[in-house]
C-alpha cells in the first residue's frame, strides 16, 4: 500500500509540473493571437509565447523550491544564510 501511495504522490507531481507550465504558455499565446487580431500585427503571438514560458518555467521553479523545503533535503538549501561573519574566507595576502 505504501508503494500505490508514492507512486500517485509523483504522478500527481509530474501532472502538477505540467499543468504549472502549461497554463501560462497557452494562456499568453491565446492573448496574443488576439491582440495580433484585434491590432494588425504578426509578432504580439511570438512575444507572449515566450512571456507564458517564462512564467511557466518561474511556476515550476517556485514549486521544486517548496517541495524541496517540504521535503526536509538538507543538501539543497542554500547555506549561505548559516555563514556567520567569522566563518567567512578573508584574502591575507598582502
Known sequence: MYNVRVVMK???????????????IFLCSMVGRWLDGKLGTSWIFIAMFFVGAAAGASNVYRLARRLMRESGDVRHRDMAEHVTAEEEPTDDRD
Open 10 to 24: 509523483a504522478l500527481i507531481t509530474i501532472t502538477q509540473f505540467g499543468i504549472d507550465m502549461i497554463v501560462p
